[in-house]
């Protein structure tokens, strides 16, 4: 154990003996450090006496394009390709809802159930398999959750009862839920810096836009935990204080509040866009003969489009801000979502009256939505220490789907119908206004307009809440913004197996009791005080950084 005193006085203990948190030399500058020991001052990971620290220390974590191995490229690329498949499953169903609901003979509310009840045993799931990720293998996890998720897939598209068929569409979310969780936090041990930005930018592509499970076992790298920060002998902790830290963590507990706001609305848009377009498109006189299958193939095109630049720009805006402003993450998230408010409210009321111009608005709209999915994860990843991060993504899944994309196909769904009930209560039913048998053609064609006018108009007036909730997702990444520069400074910390000792009067005790700040361990005892005005207190045994008085 060494002791060194930094700027304000306070003692930095750095420890490598058994049990503890390592001193590490990773070259991740997450914040500015005068510790030249620690953490290179160099912009390219060197330490201040000009040496490579990755390579002095042969930690082997690429800073570069350049240094990424072949195994390390591999492994992105199966769990990019995975992840692509996994999202394009997702929402297949959303193009064809329309011809689902003819085929079963359901309603809205039912068609929003499908994604519901997927959602559900998605992000019940998940925290069980972050609880495993931070334990146990992780490459052999996903490869069980992909065999069934592939299983359940391919069982479902059989199915012709609607009982049997969400059956089905419900353990499709465990297979999910497997791989969801784990593979962002392999990424994170992998990379670091703007490495791991960019490596996450290329991951999170699959949104808008057997064999691999035996892929995933026998080739692909399952990192230590930390690695790439230099934290190798890290260790598990109990699960009641990973919650403990998790719900003490500001950063990650707004972050969370802001992604499940933008759960709710991608789950909405994905969910209910192609059939509210198509809806909208017909009642256009020119438009009558469009089909289904035409809108939700153009409404692909632009959020794959939105998807791939929103991602790119977003990545990339981190990677410039983030160097100068330490809080540029969280902020961009929040403009991005503000931003396509107003452009998603233009569009839901164009679509009606206008052709190509709602698509214009929905490329732009979710362009700015789009910004937040590659800082959204190195936010988490950044503000939690390497042994909780899947235990952290579990339930910034769990939440985030629960109160987000879990319920909003099926209550916008459900509030359609309540509309439509009422618009249809207000309007005459022509057919029995109508005597003659000569105008019995007409009168159907009355009340199939009518019938497509309240649908589309109780669908629009639904939509209309994921604007309301987008702007509150807004205002939360704001609030992250606010924190994000401490939170991050201690994860860092933490990482790199740095204990601080603040200062405290210890009113002529000799031993004072003090807890962990991330209530990582027991309490401990502190000895061999200092008895002078400005006492120290030489630490022991302890499992993290910064130490307070325990109340």
């Known amino acids: 154990m060494t002791n060194n005193t930094d700027d304000n006085g306070e003692v930095i203990i750095d420890r490598t003996g058994a049990g503890a948190l390592p001193t590490t030399y990773s070259s991740q500058q997450l914040m500015q450090s005068s510790d030249s020991e620690s953490v290179g001052n160099g912009g390219d990971g060197r330490a201040a006496g000009g040496v490579d620290n990755n390579e002095n220390r042969n930690h082997g974590t690429p800073l570069r394009l350049c240094h990424v191995s072949r195994s390390q490229w591999f492994t992105v690329t199966v769990l990019c390709f995975v992840n692509l498949i996994n999202y394009m499953d997702r929402f297949t169903i959303a193009g064809v809802l329309e011809d689902i609901q003819r085929d079963f003979q359901i309603d809205n509310s039912y068609g929003g159930l499908l994604q519901t009840v997927f959602i559900i045993s998605y992000m019940v799931c998940a925290p069980i398999f972050g609880y495993l990720g931070d334990r146990y293998s992780r490459r052999w996890i996903m490869a069980v959750g992909v065999v069934l998720w592939s299983a359940t897939t391919l069982l479902g598209s059989f199915m012709k009862?609607?009982?049997?068929?969400?059956?089905?569409?419900?353990?499709?979310?465990?297979?999910?839920?497997?791989?969801?969780?784990?593979?962002?936090?392999?990424?994170?041990?992998?990379?670091?810096?703007?490495?791991?930005?960019?490596?996450?930018?290329?991951?999170?592509?699959?949104?808008?836009?057997?064999?691999?499970?035996?892929?995933?076992?026998?080739?692909?790298?399952?990192?230590?935990?930390?690695?790439?920060?230099?934290?190798?002998?890290?260790?598990?902790?109990?699960?009641?204080?990973?919650?403990?830290?998790?719900?003490?963590?500001?950063?990650?507990?707004?972050?969370?509040?802001?992604?499940?706001?933008?759960?709710?609305?991608?789950?909405?848009?994905?969910?209910?866009?192609?059939?509210?377009?198509?809806?909208?498109?017909?009642?256009?006189?020119?438009?009558?003969?469009?089909?289904?299958?035409?809108?939700?193939?153009?409404?692909?095109?632009?959020?794959?489009?939105?998807g791939i630049l929103g991602v790119t720009v977003g990545s990339l805006l981190s990677q410039k801000l983030v160097e100068k402003h330490s809080f540029a993450d969280p902020f961009i998230c929040g403009i991005g979502l503000l931003v396509s408010t107003p452009l998603t409210v233009a569009a839901i009321v164009t679509v009606s009256f206008l052709t190509h111009v709602p698509f214009i608005l929905i490329l732009f709209a979710q362009f700015s939505l789009n910004l937040n999915w590659p800082i959204l994860a190195d936010i988490l990843l950044y503000v939690v220490v390497p042994t909780r991060r899947s235990t952290a993504e579990a339930f910034q899944i769990l939440i985030s789907h629960t109160f987000g994309d879990a319920g909003s196909p099926y209550l916008i769904g459900l509030i359609s119908e309540v509309i439509k009930r009422n618009l249809r209560s207000s309007s005459p039913n022509i057919a029995?206004?109508?005597?003659?048998?000569?105008?019995?053609?007409?009168?159907?064609?009355?009340?199939?307009?009518?019938?497509?006018?309240?649908?589309?108009?109780?669908?629009?007036?639904?939509?209309?809440?994921?604007?309301?909730?987008?702007?509150?997702?807004?205002?939360?990444?704001?609030?992250?913004?606010?924190?994000?520069?401490?939170?991050?400074?201690?994860a860092s910390q933490a990482a790199q197996g740095k204990l601080k000792c603040v200062k405290y009067s210890n009113n002529n005790k000799n031993v004072r009791r003090f807890r962990c700040g991330f209530n990582i361990g027991k309490n401990i005892e502190t000895t061999e005080c200092d008895k002078s005005s400005s006492a120290y207190y030489k630490i022991e045994l302890c499992d993290i950084h910064e130490l307070r008085p325990s109340v």
Request: charged share 15%; glycine share 6%; hydrophobic share 45%.
């Open 161 to 306: 009862e609607f009982g049997w068929f969400i059956t089905f569409r419900a353990l499709v979310g465990i297979g999910e839920a497997s791989y969801s969780t784990i593979a962002p936090t392999i990424i994170s041990d992998l990379f670091v810096r703007g490495l791991r930005s960019k490596m996450l930018a290329v991951f999170y592509f699959a949104i808008p836009v057997g064999v691999i499970a035996a892929i995933l076992i026998l080739i692909t790298k399952d990192p230590e935990r930390g690695e790439s920060e230099g934290g190798h002998n890290l260790r598990a902790t109990a699960y009641k204080e990973d919650l403990k830290y998790l719900m003490k963590n500001r950063s990650f507990v707004f972050s969370t509040m802001a992604f499940t706001c933008v759960a709710f609305v991608t789950g909405a848009l994905a969910w209910w866009s192609p059939t509210f377009i198509y809806q909208g498109l017909k009642l256009q006189p020119q438009n009558e003969d469009i089909g289904l299958n035409d809108v939700s193939f153009r409404f692909g095109a632009v959020t794959t489009a939105s």
């Open 432 to 490: 029995n206004l109508v005597h003659s048998s000569n105008l019995n053609s007409l009168s159907l064609t009355l009340n199939e307009t009518i019938h497509s006018t309240t649908s589309f108009y109780s669908l629009q007036y639904a939509l209309f809440i994921v604007c309301f909730v987008e702007v509150l997702g807004g205002i939360f990444f704001l609030i992250t913004a606010v924190f994000i520069t401490e939170d991050k400074h201690e």
